[in-house]
């Protein structure tokens, strides 16, 4: 055969990511463990200032996607990822797809080397700031053309963490706008979402002020830059996610007993775990495996995102619904962390795309045989 074969990507962690989750997850352990984040939801500041302080600027994760002449560390979506997977174990509330990722793509596509791009990603880089897309959480990437119309003042409801962003990026009929969120004629109204641990927000812009970043033509594209990023990397946190229940999941069934036997020994609870290994397996995989095409700017890679969410999306339920259920009484009560992880897991499904919208994209991006 003459025509080679093109490598297949390497899923497998690193050292360096091993390290880098290591620090994260002795990080959240320490500072979003299960009593913190309920009392945290529970309070009128769920987000914890200083865990995102020492999240973003002592282990530098947000600015692992930045260049280091940008003031990054000039990492890849690879260790984004494994952050994710971590914040998804802990559930623990920090902007980090939303600021880090999707905003920190978005301006990186628009390819501006000094400038207010530049400024604001050393910003964000830094951990100074934190910048939110101002459309809905559920929007995808075939969307972000669609974005741009209208004027600056607009109102867009179920914009994630808009509370605790600093600068919005607004889309408009003539470009994408930076618009501090503390700057005259901008309203953020906090909503009442499913999950506590990610709020949402209804930004209203009326009579506001920003600094165009770029024209309609190339903003567009990289919003769309951003949110595939998002949707791609989002599959890693539902990843560490379903993780977390599938471990605290068999814990409490090798240690809960009924009829002198533990409940993990029944045959159906067994089938029941084992099956959601093989899927948190496959997750992984998935998971990896867009992160790796997004990291190599993989011409699959919009292929690779669709195939990871259109997956992990459900597997991230499936886990948490079985958690809920296996756990018995105590896995309803508002004190266990269950319902965390299941309403995070509700939340994800929808995110950058529902599963239904990316098994559509992978049909209209496979091409089948002919028969």
Request: charged share 20%; proline share 5%; hydrophobic share 45%.
């Amino acid at each position: 055969m003459t025509a080679q074969t093109e490598a297949a990507p390497d899923l497998l962690y690193s050292e360096t990511e091993e390290d880098l989750r290591s620090a994260v997850r002795s990080l959240l352990a320490d500072r979003a463990d299960a009593p913190t984040v309920i009392a945290g939801i529970e309070s009128d500041t769920p987000y914890d200032l200083r865990l995102w302080e020492s999240l973003a600027t002592g282990i530098g994760a947000a600015g692992l996607l930045v260049p280091e002449k940008l003031g990054g560390q000039g990492a890849t979506h690879r260790e984004a990822a494994v952050v994710l997977e971590e914040l998804g174990r802990s559930v623990a509330p920090a902007p980090y797809l939303t600021s880090s990722v999707v905003a920190t793509e978005i301006l990186l596509a628009l390819g501006a080397g000094d400038g207010p791009v530049a400024e604001l990603l050393g910003e964000l880089a830094a951990g100074r700031k934190a910048a939110v897309l101002a459309l809905p959480f559920a929007a995808p990437a075939a969307d972000a053309a669609a974005a741009f119309t209208g004027t600056l003042d607009r109102t867009v409801t179920g914009v994630a963490e808009a509370a605790v962003a600093d600068v919005l990026l607004v889309p408009a009929s003539d470009g994408l706008y930076a618009v501090e969120t503390g700057a005259e004629g901008v309203t953020v109204q906090p909503l009442v979402p499913l999950d506590l641990t990610r709020p949402l927000a209804k930004v209203t812009l009326d009579g506001a002020t920003g600094t165009l970043l770029a024209g309609a033509g190339p903003a567009a594209e990289a919003v769309a830059r951003g949110l595939l990023a998002g949707a791609g990397l989002l599959a890693s946190e539902q990843l560490g996610l379903a993780e977390w229940c599938l471990t605290e999941t068999v814990r409490h069934t090798r240690e809960r007993h009924q009829f002198n036997r533990p409940v993990g020994s029944f045959q159906s609870l067994k089938h029941r775990m084992a099956q959601l290994w093989l899927e948190v397996v496959s997750a992984r995989a998935a998971a990896r495996n867009a992160a790796d095409a997004l990291a190599t700017g993989s011409p699959d890679a919009p292929l690779a995102v669709a195939v990871a969410q259109a997956y992990c999306s459900r597997v991230a339920v499936h886990a948490a619904e079985e958690c809920v259920q296996l756990h018995g009484g105590i896995g309803m009560t508002w004190e266990h962390p269950a319902h965390l992880y299941l309403k995070r897991a509700k939340a994800d499904s929808i995110a950058y795309g529902t599963a239904g919208r990316h098994r559509e994209t992978v049909a209209e991006l496979v091409e089948l045989p002919a028969p």
